[in-house]
């Protein structure tokens, strides 16, 4: 009996995933999102999104005029965005995968907090993907939580996070782990970022990057 | 050394909780462009052990630490942390296939319930294959090629030593999960925290080393019978003693029955043996179900392989399985998630970890599959009580 009452209290559904990163972020998260989908997505544009969870972003994008074909490894996720986004098109696909999409292909590629769930080497293979996907002028919008270089700039980052971490942890059981070396992997990878605004005392960013 | 010494302290009691190694890419040994190519999962004791082994039997190897969260094979597989996407992962950002000539990969085969190995030939030009079960049995497997006939080397064992480690993680796990109850209880029944405390180590340990010795079936029966056991000692020792306060006796007495109860019903999810279902902890009753539609079985022997509990009999004549014995199952769901043909249904959710002290510290979903589920079959669910 227990064991269900755990299973019931600890099973991840796509809204409960939804709810602890609005919570994390202080529902930061769904204004980067109508911004990215207002600002930086034009009508027409052919936009991959990178780890897709519920369709949320890939809605906006598609209301907006844009042709989005979204990836992620979680098929409970990928049934609901499927329903939310329904002009979308979305694959399982991990994103070390992206490559088999072509070349050249993409205007935009966005990815919200899903790089940081990747290992050190998936970033830097991601990203060094992402730069064949892109168009000449495309370009590659990152939302993701961000520790700063800087130790001193850590205490801050703590000081906000580490809250915000534990009533998420509580509340939903879910946890994020927040991106490292941001700039110096894109610039590894043959980027230059074009816009960088940053949230919650620089704990999250929105970062645009082009071609370089 | 002294590093190494430290963890395994820490091993002996916290192995429950995620201890990720950096993944990627390791040499073992002076690998070369045909050495086999092998992968883990990012739990430190695991890479380290496998990595230990294989260069102490001088064997030159590939190895491919996947990012499994720092979750063990069996747990990060049962929990979706170690599936197909996982795999593809790790062959991509490795960069392997420019090092070897080959494309044969070895698995863990406890990996099973989390990778879907038609889904991997199928995404990559790899041809995969799960290798054993234990990690001293893979340098006889390297060096002998197959093992499809090696039976032996796919069904988990729980040996003395296992039981003994088990059993002192077990103690240490469930004196976390109780220690805050403990505290609150122990300002109106001070004497209660460091008894119960050390009642519950001790009985950990003893009911995984007497597992097989204590009657009853695994769980709640178990753990009662130990419970009698322990309360005997605790009578005699206080009759002996002194005058016994008739209220104390009675008191510790029935907590020892509650405690050793508890440990009983826990004790199964720390062995590769038994099934971590309430039903069957605490009634135990029988409530696993799993069958094989002879119709769409089409023999190919993969539900064999990956199964740890050797449930599956083949049957040359009619060239199709059938389960056997399903008493041992333990509801892992390799077989299911390995059924090409979706032939195997059952009445449990596949792939799905359950055990109950980990569920609560490692709460972070880690323990809750977030990949592909496969429904149970409702015809067999609603044959079974």
């Known amino acids: 009996m227990s064991t269900l009452v755990y299973m019931k209290i600890l099973e991840q559904t796509p809204a409960k995933y939804d709810r602890g990163m609005r919570i994390l972020t202080l529902g930061r998260v769904d204004r980067i999102k109508r911004e990215i989908a207002s600002v930086w997505i034009q009508p027409g544009n052919a936009v991959l999104e990178i780890g897709c969870g519920s369709g949320s972003l890939a809605a906006l994008m598609t209301n907006r005029g844009a042709q989005v074909v979204g990836i992620d490894v979680s098929e409970p996720m990928l049934s609901v965005a499927r329903t939310s986004a329904p002009d979308a098109e979305f694959l399982h696909m991990t994103a070390t995968e992206i490559g088999m999409l072509g070349s050249d292909r993409f205007d935009r590629i966005v990815a919200t907090l899903s790089l940081s769930e990747l290992s050190e080497d998936e970033q830097r293979y991601v990203l060094r993907a992402t730069r064949g996907l892109l168009k000449p002028n495309g370009k590659l919008i990152v939302a993701d939580e961000v520790r700063p270089d800087a130790w001193w700039q850590r205490i801050p980052f703590y000081c906000v996070r580490l809250p915000l971490a534990a009533v998420t942890l509580l509340l939903t059981q879910n946890t994020t782990h927040a991106l490292r070396l941001l700039d110096s992997r894109l610039a590894a990878a043959g980027f230059r970022v074009a816009s960088a605004e940053r949230y919650l005392l620089g704990t999250l960013a929105l970062v645009v990057a082009e071609r370089a | ?385």
């Open chain 2, 1 to 385: 050394m002294m590093w190494n010494l430290l963890k395994d302290i820490w091993f002996l009691f916290g192995r429950l909780f995620p201890f990720p190694t950096k993944p990627g890419l390791r040499r073992v040994g002076n690998p070369g462009r045909s050495s086999p190519v092998l992968v883990t999962a990012n739990f430190e004791l695991t890479v380290r052990t496998v990595m230990e082994t294989l260069e102490r039997d001088g064997i030159d190897a590939w190895l491919l630490v996947a990012p499994t969260k720092g979750v063990n094979v069996w747990c990060a597989g049962g929990a979706g942390d170690f599936t197909a996407d996982t795999v593809v992962s790790i062959l991509k950002t490795s960069g392997i296939e420019n090092l070897v000539d080959h494309r044969r990969l070895i698995l863990p085969q406890l990996s099973a319930s989390g990778v879907n190995i038609w889904s991997l030939k199928e995404r990559t030009e790899w041809k995969p294959r799960f290798g054993p079960a234990h990690v001293k049995d893979l340098s006889a497997y390297l060096r002998n090629g197959k093992s499809r006939t090696e039976r032996e080397h796919r069904h988990l064992k729980f040996n003395l030593k296992d039981r003994f480690v088990m059993g002192t993680n077990l103690g240490f796990n469930v004196a976390l999960l109780l220690i805050l109850p403990l505290l609150l209880a122990s300002v109106w029944l001070p004497g209660l925290l460091w008894g119960t405390l050390a009642l519950l180590f001790v009985f950990s340990v003893l009911c995984s080393v007497l597992a097989f010795w204590l009657p009853g079936k695994p769980g709640v029966q178990k753990g009662l019978s130990l419970g009698i056991l322990g309360a005997a000692v605790f009578v005699v020792f206080t009759e002996v003693t002194g005058p016994p306060d008739p209220w104390h006796l009675i008191g510790w007495t029935g907590w020892i029955m509650v405690i050793s109860a508890f440990v009983g019903y826990d004790m199964p999810s720390w062995s590769p043996l038994w099934r971590q279902d309430a039903t069957e902890l605490i009634l135990g009753v029988k409530n696993t179900h799993v069958e094989i539609l002879p119709e769409k079985c089409i023999g190919c022997h993969l539900c064999d392989i990956v199964c740890p509990a050797d449930l599956f009999a083949y049957d040359s004549a009619a060239k199709k399985y059938a389960v056997v014995n399903l008493d041992a199952c333990q509801a892992c769901g390799a077989c299911i998630e390995n059924c090409p043909t979706e032939a195997i249904v059952n009445n449990f959710r596949s792939g799905v970890c359950s055990c109950p002290t980990c569920a609560v510290i490692n709460g972070v979903g880690a323990l809750t599959r977030k990949g592909s589920e496969r429904k149970p079959s409702e015809e067999v669910a609603a044959t079974v009580p």
